[in-house]
């Protein structure tokens, strides 16, 4: 009895407990990770419901999210995070991407502009002037006290989302 009891009820039990975590809309965030394991459309409607962020100061913990919602999301927000580890906002209105071993690469100039998704405030990223992405903005959000939500555009399209926490 016992035996076939668990044989019903493992597969279930594993297939539960490997189900990745999300969060919705209604359920905020609370770490980079919850917003690493969300689906497109659950990052999309958060972004929405969220305020521009105000501009950082200091370094900020980043983590990649592309392809939200696939299986492969995870894997690759960990592999990217050995290249790509955050953010480094200055006091002169000024950004840079910090890359591994602590370099930093790519600039951008920092301020608030309507975002391309909904016409709403946003906190602007703009890589115009630079030589290696020319074409690429970021916008970001606060969708939790201190947790950013960003969506990365190449060429007036949407790439990607990425997470940047400044609790840490």
């Known amino acids: 009895m016992a035996r076939l009891f668990l044989r019903a009820v493992a597969p279930v039990f ?4 490997l ?13 980079m990770r919850d917003l690493v394991r969300m689906s497109q459309p659950e990052l999309e409607a958060l972004y929405l419901a969220s305020p521009a962020a105000p501009v950082p100061s200091g370094f900020l913990p980043g983590r990649a999210i592309k392809s939200p919602g696939s299986r492969l999301t995870v894997a690759n ?21 910090r890359v591994f071993f602590g370099g930093r690469a790519i600039p951008a100039q920092v301020y608030h502009a309507e975002s391309l998704i909904d016409g709403q405030p946003s906190l602007i990223l703009d890589y ?3 030589r290696l992405w020319p074409d690429v903005r970021d916008e970001v959000r606060e969708v939790a006290p201190g947790l950013y939500l960003g969506v990365m555009y190449k060429g007036g399209e949407q790439k990607m989302y990425f997470a940047l926490d400044a609790r840490k």
């Open 14 to 17: 594993t297939i539960w407990m």
């Open 19 to 31: 189900a990745p975590a999300t969060a919705t809309a209604v359920d905020p965030p609370g770490e």
């Open 77 to 97: 927000s960990r592999a990217t995070h050995l290249v790509w580890q955050g953010k480094i906002f200055r006091d002169d209105g000024t950004m840079i991407n």
């Open 128 to 130: 115009s002037r630079s």
